[in-house]
């Protein structure tokens, strides 16, 4: 289950960023990055990686460069390749530190590798930059689980209600 | 095509993240509190679903929710009296909706009181073991 949360919050991503090119750009685009995200996105993560690193090769521009380099962390961390997604995060984000999307993979990428400060941190810069980021949102929940994990519980009630009791619950 | 095919794979796996929310959802545990007085027992009591946004930003709750019982021991008028969050509120009603009591015998008489029902919605810490952890390996 945890798998596919995963596999699910990275590929999001990558819609994102097609979604993102697919407005603004006009004309022939980078077929092998299109072709390795969708890869990314049905979890063929090998596949993935390798269209992405040819689409990488023949990027036109620092945005297709950032999307690949992003997508390339993701690719990796689903291949269990921590440091060589870690460094392509780090790539990214040394040339645009507000890359929100790239804060989003390499948390999870820490969450993996259980270094949860330095998660918690991305999370934060990635939320400071993107509030209403629906991946961070779930990257939060995974980073909860893993460091504060939970059983949700329902208790009904028939009995009769104490008078003037308070419901103010957390 | 290729916008049709994304829109059908991220929503593929918008599907599989669903799908794993309403299982944990549904692991949700229940404890159900009886009242030995009230005129009216419960037949069937559907156990409302955890938010999942509540879950996801560990939130917890209390919701109060009365209504009335018909002879047949349908619910109706369903209405929420006092919640902790609104994000509490539907679920609880819709169990409530989808419970029922068991029915009036002929002879009894209906009342006119409302029945209330509080539901406590809560997050229980649980502990996982770090399988890299050598002290808890069981091994002696």
């Keep these: ?13 990558a819609t994102n960023v097609l979604a993102e090119d697919n407005r603004t750009v006009l004309g022939p685009t980078n077929i092998e990055l299109r072709d390795g995200a969708l890869k990314l996105q049905t979890g063929d993560a090998k596949e993935g990686v390798r269209l992405t690193l040819i689409g990488l090769s023949q990027a036109i521009d620092g945005r297709e460069r950032r999307t690949a380099k992003s997508n390339l962390c993701a690719g990796y961390a689903l291949l269990e390749d921590y440091a060589t997604a870690l460094s392509y995060c780090n790539e990214v984000l040394a040339d645009d530190d507000r890359y929100w999307r790239a804060y989003s993979n390499r948390a999870l990428v820490y969450i993996k590798l259980r270094r949860f400060d330095e998660a918690l941190q991305d999370i934060l810069k990635g939320e400071a930059i993107s509030p209403q980021a629906k991946t961070l949102k779930a990257v939060r929940k995974m980073y909860l689980d893993a460091t504060d994990p939970v059983a949700p519980s329902v208790i009904i009630d028939d009995r009769p209600d104490t008078e003037g009791e308070d419901f103010n619950v957390d | 095509m290729l916008t049709s095919s994304r ?3 991220s929503t593929t796996l918008l599907m599989i993240a669903l799908t794993a929310t309403a299982t944990a959802e549904d692991e949700a545990d229940v404890t159900h509190l ?20 509540a879950l996801q930003d560990r939130v917890q709750g209390d919701v109060e929710v009365c209504f009335s019982v018909d002879r047949e021991g349908r619910t109706s008028r369903v209405a929420v009296r006092k919640s902790s969050h609104r994000m509490f509120e539907k679920p609880a009603m819709l169990a409530v909706r989808a419970s029922s009591y068991v029915a009036l015998q002929e002879h009894e008489i209906l009342s006119a009181i409302k029945t209330c029902r509080i539901f406590r919605f809560r997050l229980d810490p649980v502990a996982i073991e770090d399988p890299a952890d050598p002290s808890v390996s069981g091994k002696p």
């Design chain 2, 7 to 9: 829109w059908l794979l």
């Design chain 2, 34 to 53: 009886l009242d030995p007085a009230a005129e009216r027992k419960p037949l069937q009591t559907v156990v409302p679903v955890y938010p999942s946004r």
């Design chain 1, 1 to 13: 289950m945890r798998c596919a949360s995963l596999v699910a919050c990275f590929c999001l991503l």
